[in-house]
């Protein structure tokens, strides 16, 4: 946070309501802040630490499904070069070090998380999403998915925009953010 906001009380961010359902539910949000923040935060100087960073949150990739695309239409190259080859050790070392079985439990567990998502298991209400909003609002399935798909296309068309109108501006970090 201080690499954002330089005069910034330390403390401010308790300021913030999601920083105690974080600390509470154990979630890890304050690591996925801190790698795709710190990434953007010095990818200028050091592409090779941001694509590392980025390519640490293969941990939880649906959080960073927009980064590849920023960093094709903004054309940084090696830090996402880096960020694949990170995203593919990360995956390796697991291998390594659990065997494929717990990759042969993720592929069969997808099935379900995707079932639970589609039956509401998970709870619409907790998710920032086109589609959990679509069904809170007693929409279908179909119609869910059609404007998540849509709402998608549309977070990265307006990436491409962004790049293209305004290179690599400051404007890059905050946009994928709220594309993300």
């Not at 709870?123 to 059609?146: D, I, T, Y």
Request: charge should be positive; aromatic fraction near 12%; include cysteine.
């Amino acid at each position: 946070m201080r690499g954002y906001l330089p005069s910034l009380d330390p403390v401010a961010f308790l300021a913030f309501p999601a920083v105690f359902v974080n600390a509470a539910h154990g979630q890890n949000a304050f690591l996925s802040a801190a790698l795709i923040g710190g990434g953007f935060l010095v990818m200028n100087r050091r592409p090779v630490l941001a694509g590392a960073c980025f390519g640490a949150m293969a941990y939880k990739p649906h959080l960073a499904l927009v980064i590849p695309f920023a960093l094709i239409f903004a054309r940084r190259w090696t830090t996402l070069i880096v960020a694949a080859a990170t995203a593919a050790s990360f995956c390796l070392a697991s291998l390594i070090a659990f065997g494929a079985s717990t990759w042969g439990g993720f592929f069969a567990d997808a099935s379900f998380a995707g079932a639970a998502l589609q039956n509401n298991l998970v709870g619409n209400e907790k998710m920032r999403s086109v589609f959990a909003a679509v069904r809170l609002l007693r929409g279908s399935l179909a119609l869910a998915w059609g404007a998540q798909i849509v709402a998608a296309l549309g977070a990265i068309g307006a990436l491409w925009l962004l790049q293209w109108l305004a290179f690599r501006t400051s404007a890059e970090a905050p946009a994928v953010v709220c594309a993300g």
